[in-house]
């Protein structure tokens, strides 16, 4: 940074000053500029920062508006005020010393005065008015530089309604001598097309001259003109075909100055601007494009060196061959390059590959079955930018067969996404596949509660707003709509008994909808019941006025009468007299309408009663008034898209502060200096989730009418880790049909045969087969953009047409579940047909009794999929401790597996069995081997046991047991390793276990293998997993101590969390629900902040900051370990979950 710094400091007098003399190039140590940038540089703080400009703006406002400052000093000044604005200090009070500076000085005070307008000023800026005076005059000047500098501030920034006033000079420009105000004079012309292309028509042949122009600089600047109005209109430029393509071969043939190369490449940017229009004019016009084969061939032999520069005109051209009219050896060559871009190991390339591909595949569909492979390894890419990229792809090539396991992928990124951007998009882009892939009602339901829950108040009004509209205009089956409907009952009602307060305003809204309209199809479902779980939804303090309207609304569509009417009139009481004027009207709808059930039944009318109702989506009845209001001088109507293209226009450049980026699911934090918390109060900017966000996104009223069914633009990925990481994020357990729930819970049964293959390996092709199914030339592609063979699932009905009643085609439940293991779909139709559900068994010679009788979890003899702290935990809960580990004093159970786990605790080592001890866990087993594990923990270590017992009366020789992790060391701490084993006997192997790379969940994975007396060797592999928290230890510290070892570490993180509200004060719970579960030592709890402490074995410290803010729980931790702040914060969130 600070040979930027110093570069930033040589380079500034040159520029700036203006002056002429030898030693200008070296920054004065008495520059004013200078010792303000040295001053900037030297702060440690924003607030120092802030002070020192705020006296150095002062001193230049004084400055400035004295009488007797020389137009010298008006420059050094306008420097520096310039450097302020640049830092983002307001300077207003120069801007009309600019203006002046521009119009007064010399033609070098001129420059900086020019440079300052442009810096300060937008183009509708109200003082910009007064500069139009001096680019008339210098427009008119002799002087080359003043000429220059009036055509550069034109081009860059003008008011639209002065454009007038100054074109018949700029055109007069197009015919001067020197070609660079030629060329400056088209980019201004350029800026007029941009802002008032209407003003611009008349001079299109001069276009064509700037065109035809004989030097290289103003050709190329006229191309910015074509290329846009090319964009527009293809077909009235058709004409100019030959001579984009002469131009292109006179650069690729080298025939430009020298000047013009880059890297030896001649003309880079020109090429790239050429191969654009070439793109647009040969588009679908086959005599076109014949014209353009042999120079894009040309290009593409001659840009392949190694170098970023040709890589992007390869890109351009593979882009112009699969967009022009095809041409087979054309096509072939294109393929190539992008095969070699995907499987470039340089992250770029890659990327360029992926876009060129996601391009490309809309055309040519069966060229990513040639790369499916790389794809695969993509979505496991660590760069998240690859990751996108590569779920975009996918998200071009979904179709019917492959949209469960896409959108599987979609949701998991969703999941660890930080970028706010990337989650409205993906959540766009997921909510229409569900809509127009979804291959059952469950299945639809489900990932739309997903897409609510990730997407929060963040996503697009217009998800909600369809997914509503498609519930309540249905299908073309009577039977489907109330299947789908009941669903949706059942799911939100779910949703509302577990935890709603975890769920996003927008979500509560559409529940609330759903509920009130449908809930009565469910009749086993009492209304009571229902108002009561909303009447909950307005008890929460996150609630939004929006959110409670909402349930207002549905709680006066459900009250009947009975029970439901002292609810509906307890909260009509609460609201009536609300300060919310919206609310006190719904309150009082309420208390009328669930008091005359008549007057509801002809005011709230349900969809059987309701009559077809004809929309005039095209606002007819307005024209009358539209056109009033057009004689009045309105502005015509324009389109959102067209609005926010005007905008992006109107504001180029961002000047808005990127929101700050957190950890997985992490709320915004702004703690900006790195100190000693016990030194610092946390009292800036802590915000949680909280319910004001709903207004972030624009108004959420529900539009039925005319929404439009296209949501997003990109998409991305996630990592594999199963459930674990996908907890990270709040969202509602998805409900399963039984026969979906069958079928995940045989999903895990299956593990496939030993194969030559490995297993990574294999799992990426059971993926490939499942995310490329349907793409290959028998099956029907069903493209973005492109034809459809697929009949869409959601069809909505017609306007004005009934529905049929009549008997539609049953939609099949026997779907996998979305949950289920990905590289266990499509396997039977799509991969070998050897593999089985037996465990991987290695064995010279294999029989068939062990394949018979080897039985496993999980496919590879794991434990659960999920373990978290409560999973492991004894039967009786009154030896259970809330780390999960059981006591050492148990009772006898009569339950056969508790007597039997009993039986093997007997042979704990001595010097472990008065210690607590995790629930035995059976690990694998086959007709006489057993093998079995627990975790003991010790003071200062942990220890793996695990038992291998031999049912058999035979005895056992040979037995090899074998461990490896990648995120633990292993350490075997028995005396001497089990070789033999009697008949029904039973050992114990004790391992030490330490972390080597901290992870949520950690992993042991091994192979025991035996040798019968009468069998040969066999082989089986087993896992064992456990929480990150049973490494976890108290750290005894002082508050000094802590505050010099935080300052010590660099890797934090930073989220809010949820008090616990018992009776004790919430931060004191909280705390001791912390202490107590993983284990953390409470330094010191000062007010509403406390400092908290822990290691992970051996020796790795970690400390936590809490303060109380805004009702949350706002914490910060910090480690010199990485992942370790984001593994703890993980298993904090989740232990107050399950208190």
């Not at 139709?829 to 979890?857: M, R, Y």
């Not at 001497?976 to 790379?997: F, I, N």
Request: glycine residues 4%; aromatic residues 6%.
């Amino acid at each position: 940074m600070s040979d930027v710094v110093e570069k930033t400091l040589t380079a500034l007098p040159s520029l700036l000053s203006l002056d002429s003399q030898p030693g200008s190039a070296k920054l004065s140590s008495t520059s004013k500029l200078g010792n303000l940038i040295r001053g900037i540089t030297e702060l440690r703080s924003k607030h120092e920062e802030e002070k020192l400009i705020q006296r150095e703006l002062a001193s230049i406002k004084e400055q400035i508006s004295s009488p007797n400052t020389s137009m010298r000093q008006m420059k050094e000044l306008m420097v520096r005020a310039i450097y302020c604005e640049s830092l983002g200090y307001e300077a207003s009070f120069s801007y009309i010393h600019a203006i002046k500076l521009a119009q007064q000085g010399t033609a070098l005070e001129k420059r900086v005065g020019y440079l300052a307008v442009s810096l300060f000023l937008n183009e509708s800026h109200e003082l910009l008015l007064l500069l139009v005076n001096t680019v008339l005059k210098d427009l008119q000047s002799t002087n080359l530089i003043e000429v220059c500098m009036a055509l550069t501030v034109v081009s860059q920034m003008f008011p639209k309604d002065m454009i007038p006033a100054i074109l018949p000079l700029v055109e007069e420009k197009l015919n001067h001598p020197k070609e660079i105000i030629r060329r400056k004079a088209v980019l201004a012309l350029y800026k007029f097309y941009l802002i008032a292309p209407n003003q611009v028509q008349h001079i299109h042949n001069k276009f064509r001259k700037a065109l035809c122009d004989k030097d290289p600089g103003v050709m190329t600047a006229s191309l910015h003109i074509y290329l846009q109005m090319i964009q527009e209109n293809p077909e009235g430029y058709k004409d100019l075909t030959a001579s984009f393509v002469t131009i292109l071969k006179q650069v690729v043939g080298g025939k430009l100055p020298m000047d013009f190369n880059y890297h030896s490449v001649p003309a880079p940017w020109l090429q790239l601007q050429l191969l654009r229009i070439l793109s647009l004019l040969g588009k679908n016009d086959q005599s076109t494009s014949a014209i353009m084969y042999e120079v894009l061939d040309e290009s593409l032999r001659r840009a392949e060196m190694n170098h970023n520069i040709t890589y992007a005109i390869l890109y351009e051209c593979v882009k112009c061959i699969y967009t022009i009219h095809p041409k087979s050896d054309l096509l072939e060559k294109a393929a190539k390059c992008i095969g070699n871009f995907v499987l470039s190991p340089k992250i770029n390339l890659k990327y360029l590959g992926l876009k060129a591909l996601t391009y490309v595949v809309q055309q040519d569909p069966k060229l990513a079955l040639q790369h499916q492979m790389t794809i695969i390894e993509c979505l496991d890419h660590s760069d998240l930018i690859i990751k996108r990229e590569t779920l975009e792809l996918l998200f071009r090539i979904t179709n019917a067969q492959n949209v469960v396991v896409i959108v599987k992928k979609m949701l998991e990124f969703l999941r660890i996404s930080v970028d706010d951007y990337t989650t409205i998009d993906l959540v766009g882009k997921v909510a229409e596949l569900a809509e127009k892939y979804a291959p059952d009602n469950e299945w639809f339901i489900e990932t739309m509660n997903t897409v609510f829950s990730v997407g929060g108040d963040m996503m697009q009004p217009d998800i909600p707003n369809s997914f509503l509209k498609l519930l309540s205009e249905g299908f073309d089956s009577v039977e489907e709509d109330r299947k789908l409907r009941l669903f949706a009952v059942d799911s939100y009602i779910s949703l509302l008994q577990e935890e709603p307060g975890k769920l996003p305003q927008r979500f509560l809204q559409v529940i609330s909808w759903v509920l009130g309209e449908y809930s009565h199809l469910r009749e086993e479902v009492e209304p009571t019941v229902v108002l009561r779980l909303l009447a909950k939804l307005l008890d929460m303090k996150q609630t939004s006025s929006e959110t409670k309207s909402w349930v207002l609304m549905a709680m006066t569509k459900l009250c009947k009468g009975g029970a439901g009417v002292s609810v509906s009139q307890e909260v009509s009481e609460t609201y009536s007299s609300s300060m919310d004027t919206v609310l006190r009207q719904r309150a009082q709808e309420l208390q009328y309408l669930s008091q005359d059930s008549e007057l509801r039944a002809r005011v709230l009318l349900r969809d059987a009663d309701l009559e077809p109702v004809e929309v005039d989506s095209s606002l007819s009845f307005l024209d009358g008034f539209v056109s009033e209001a057009l004689a009045a001088g309105a502005a015509p109507y324009k389109p959102p898209h067209q609005r926010q293209e005007e905008l992006a226009q109107a504001k180029a450049l961002s000047l808005e502060p990127y929101g700050l980026s957190l950890p997985i699911s992490m709320s915004s934090c702004s703690i900006t200096d790195r100190q000693s918390p016990t030194l610092l109060s946390m009292s800036s900017g802590l915000s949680g989730d909280s319910a004001d966000l709903s207004h972030k996104g624009g108004s959420t009223t529900l539009k039925l009418d005319g929404v439009k069914r296209v949501w997003g633009r990109e998409g991305y990925l996630v990592q594999r880790e199963a459930v674990e990481e996908a907890a990270q994020v709040e969202v509602p357990s998805p409900l399963r049909s039984p026969s979906q729930q069958a079928d995940a819970d045989s999903s895990h049964s299956q593990t496939p045969t030993p194969t030559p293959t490995p297993e990574p390996e294999q799992e990426k092709q059971q993926l490939a087969s499942s995310l490329f199914f349907g793409l290959s030339s028998q099956s029907s592609v069903c493209l973005m953009g492109k034809s459809e063979p697929t009949p869409q699932r959601f069809r909505r009905k017609a306007k004005g047409q009934s529905s049929s009643a009549g008997a539609t085609e049953q939609i099949s439940n026997s779907l996998v579940s979305t949950s289920s293991n990905v590289d266990n779909l499509l396997c039977n139709n799509l991969l070998d047909s050897n593999i089985t559900s037996e465990p991987a068994v290695s064995s010279s010679e294999q029989t068939s009794e062990l394949s018979h009788g080897l039985t496993a979890a999980n496919g590879t003899c794991d434990i659960e999929a999920e373990l978290t702290d409560s999973d492991i935990k004894g039967s009786n809960p009154s030896v259970t401790g809330d780390n999960g580990l059981v006591a050492a004093a148990e009772d006898p159970h009569e339950d056969p597996d508790r007597a039997k786990d009993l039986c093997l605790i007997s042979h704990l080592p001595a010097e472990l069995s008065e210690l607590c001890h995790s629930e035995i866990t059976s690990l694998c087993t086959n007709q006489s081997l057993e093998l079995s594990a627990c975790h003991v923990q010790k003071e200062d270590s942990l220890v793996l046991v695990v038992f291998i017992s031999n049912s058999s009366d035979s005895a056992i020789q040979h037995i090899l047991l074998d461990l490896d992790s990648e995120q633990l060391e292993i350490s075997c701490v028995s005396d001497s390793p089990v070789e033999d084993l009697r008949g029904h006997g039973v050992a114990a192997c004790q391992y030490s276990l330490t972390v080597k790379r901290p992870s949520v969940h950690v992993e042991v994975v091994g192979t025991v293998s035996q040798q019968l007396p009468v069998e040969t060797l066999q082989a089986v592999q087993f896992s064992y997993k456990l929480p990150l928290t049973s490494f976890i230890r108290p750290l005894t510290v002082s508050t000094e101590e802590y505050g010099t070892m935080w300052l010590a570490f660099s890797h934090d993180t930073k989220q809010n969390l949820t008090l616990i509200s018992d009776d004790q004060e919430p931060l004191t719970a909280t705390l001791n629900v912390l202490k107590r579960k993983l284990q953390l030592h409470v330094v010191e709890v000062i007010g509403m902040e406390g400092i908290l402490a822990c290691q992970l074995l051996q020796d790795q410290p970690c400390l936590m900051h809490c303060r109380v803010h805004a009702g949350t729980l706002a914490v910060w931790l910090r480690s010199p370990v990485p992942d370790l702040p984001d593994c703890l914060i993980y298993h904090c969130q989740r232990a107050l979950q399950e208190h």
